[in-house]
């Protein structure tokens, strides 16, 4: 068996690893300095994962028990190498980490390049692809690694083109050799002085030392970063660049943070946070299986960056680090589940962000409102789950309206209010344009009552958990009943108008329709949400908001259509000449030219468009 590993074995790359691969090599990306912070990321995530490891296994860091990084370069041999003392790699964890497995982000991260600005290349990291922008700059990589668990020690080699090769190796201490064999025009890179500047840059806050040998000169290698962990340190001492550096550290975002939250939590519970809330939207904000940004650590030791307890999913966007010594050491990743201790931190932070955020909003307006563009669709989220936030959450929210392009806010909505309005008012589609020409605006905008767009699918929800504001309920202006009588009208002839000049014929009308449409329609009534338009679908009020049954549907293709109401507006010109001439008009076709009519306002699609035309042109010859 041993015989057999020493065997060099050729490997090729998933399909999906060499697309990537060709995407990096052949990028004239500008940055490609940012390798190096990306294997120093590597390198010290396998130093916190050892570290993690030997909080159990007592014996693991054996006679090496400080934890580091080195770096060398030679002009002469073209090449830089980035050493760890960390957790390496066994064979297949070589195979199955740099290789052959199509790691989560590979697809993701290749989709995202196809939208993006062509060769930008930073956000590479955030894909959990980091290791392949070694092939910006290196025309061969070769990893030694001797995993500090089984003392498999073998070397991993490739040109980043076709496939890769491993072999059994000697290597005497635990952890990652990475030599990059440098092309020939990245040999900008093969200066200490250059990278020094790069690991000052990106990695002064890595909380290993990362050490820098010029192996040409006879310089002693030296310490370059500052190592220290940033969140420990004193904030007065700290300067806004060390925060910004740490953030695009740990978030693998890179602009500036919006803000920046750093406290000490003292009292019955005891932890230092670090958080920092992003100025732009991450390109993965909304893939289903993102995780959230926090590191936990215990006493300066990284416990985890996959504890989904610990701040709410509706914050995921928030990178940072929580380090608190009330919980043990020794607590296993599973422990951190239904753990009381995690349960009082995930409060607080969320607690101190959503204060963070009011603060933010009443004094920075601006700045608030690029970052509601930005997150406010995942903050609702908060709404849509039961928790004891909607109090802190409801305020924050940001809306367009019917009355202009102002965005407001509920408080605000409160204040717009007419004489005798007693609920707010909101229409839900994720079409801010279909809502501006729905005709049930045309009520409101006629009584200059303001309606709130709910432009976000997670609207329809949330609107479902969180009923009310301030005591005064949410109500769909596209569902159910809706009683504006109280409220006068800006238009004069509205008085006029509002009774149906000709009853009898209207109420003919209804009843054709009733009977004709007995199948499609669960009721026609006469509206009193229309001014200009003819006849509208409205949904029933112990249904489901018609934005909602077609969000649930592109779900599930299969749900059947909910019966909706028809509403007909009695002082509509054509409305009335049809009541008119009934006896003369095929009811059947009438009927369902209607029904068409209101679908194509309400934006559906006709299932039999052609039968629409033909009625229509025999309607306007006869
Ligand atoms: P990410 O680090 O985001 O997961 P990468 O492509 O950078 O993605 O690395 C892939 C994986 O290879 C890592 O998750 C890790 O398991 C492994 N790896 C990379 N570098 C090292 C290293 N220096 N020591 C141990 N494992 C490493």
């Not at 190498?81 to 290749?110: C, H, V, W, Y």
């Not at 030791?301 to 929580?322: A, K, N, Q, S």
């Not at 909003?361 to 995942?378: H, P, R, S």
């Not at 009308?509 to 009534?525: A, G, W």
Request: proline share 3%.
């Amino acid at each position: 068996m041993a015989e057999n590993k020493k065997k060099k074995e050729s490997l090729s790359f998933q399909a999906e690893v060499s697309k990537l691969l060709d995407i990096v090599a052949n990028s004239l990306y500008s940055e490609r300095e940012i390798f190096l912070r990306e294997l120093i990321s590597n390198s010290a995530d396998a130093c916190e994962k050892l570290r993690y490891l030997a909080i159990t296994k007592k014996g693991l860091l054996g006679d090496q028990k400080d934890l580091s990084i080195h770096i060398r370069l030679s002009k002469k041999k073209k090449i830089i190498e980035i050493e760890d003392n960390g957790i390496g790699m066994s064979r297949q964890e070589l195979i199955d980490n740099l290789g052959t497995i199509a790691r989560s982000g590979t697809n993701k991260f290749i989709e995202a390049m196809k939208t993006k600005k062509k060769d930008d290349l930073s956000a590479i990291g955030q894909f959990g692809v980091g290791f392949y922008s070694s092939y910006m700059v290196a025309e061969t990589v070769d990893v030694l690694s001797k995993s500090a668990e089984n003392k498999e020690t073998n070397l991993w080699s490739s040109n980043g083109k076709d496939g890769y090769s491993i072999e059994n190796q000697n290597k005497k201490d635990r952890g990652t050799i990475i030599s990059l064999k440098i092309k020939k025009d990245a040999d900008e890179f093969l200066d200490s002085i250059r990278l020094r500047s790069i690991i000052t840059k990106y990695s002064n806050y890595i909380p290993f030392p990362i050490y820098l040998k010029d192996l040409d000169s006879k310089d002693k290698e030296e310490k370059v970063n500052e190592g220290e962990p940033l969140w420990l340190k004193d904030k007065k001492k700290i300067k806004k660049e060390d925060y910004k550096q740490f953030y695009n550290n740990i978030s693998f975002n890179f602009d500036d943070p919006l803000k920046t939250i750093h406290y000490n939590a003292e009292g019955v519970i005891n932890y230092k946070a670090l958080l920092f809330l992003p100025t732009n939207q991450p390109m993965d904000l909304f893939n289903p299986d993102r995780k959230n940004k926090i590191k936990l650590y215990v006493q300066k030791v990284f416990i985890t960056d996959d504890c989904e307890e610990i701040i709410p999913h509706w914050l995921r966007f928030i990178p940072g680090v929580v380090d608190s010594q009330d919980i043990s050491l020794n607590i296993s990743r599973e422990m951190l589940q239904n753990n009381p201790i995690i349960s009082k931190i995930k409060k607080g932070i969320t607690i101190k962000i959503l204060n963070e955020l009011s603060a933010l909003a009443d004094v920075e307006t601006k700045a608030y409102l690029n970052f509601w563009k930005n997150f406010g669709a995942v903050i609702k989220e908060g709404l849509y789950e039961f928790n004891d936030h909607h109090d802190k959450i409801l305020p924050l929210l940001r809306f367009h309206t019917s009355e202009n392009e102002e965005v407001i806010s509920l408080d605000d909505y409160l204040l717009k209010m007419v004489k005798n309005q007693n609920e707010i008012y909101y229409f839900a589609n994720t079409d801010k344009e279909h809502i501006k020409n729905s005709p049930q605006l045309e009520t409101f905008i006629d009584k200059k009552i303001p309606v709130l767009f709910m432009t976000d699918a997670v609207d329809e929800f949330w609107l479902q958990n969180a009923s009310k504001y301030k005591d005064k309920t949410f109500k769909s202006i596209t569902k159910g009943k809706i009683d504006l009588s109280k409220i006068k009208s800006t238009n004069t002839k509205e008085k006029e108008n509002s009774e149906s000049k000709n009853n009898t014929n209207i109420n003919d009308l209804i009843n054709v329709l009733k009977k004709e449409l007995e199948n499609k329609i669960s009721n026609v009534v006469v509206s009193n949400r229309l001014t200009k338009s003819p006849i509208i679908l409205i949904a029933d009020e112990s249904g489901m908001d018609i934005n909602m049954e077609k969000l649930m549907k592109m779900h599930n293709k299969t749900m059947p259509d909910s019966k909706k109401i028809l509403e007909i507006n009695p002082n509509h010109p054509m409305i009335l000449k049809l009541s008119e001439s009934l006896s003369k008009i095929d009811h059947k076709k009438l009927s369902s030219l209607l029904l068409d009519q209101a679908n194509i306002l309400d934006g559906n699609v006709l299932s039999n468009p052609t039968n629409y035309i033909e009625s229509l042109t025999e309607l306007f010859i006869k």
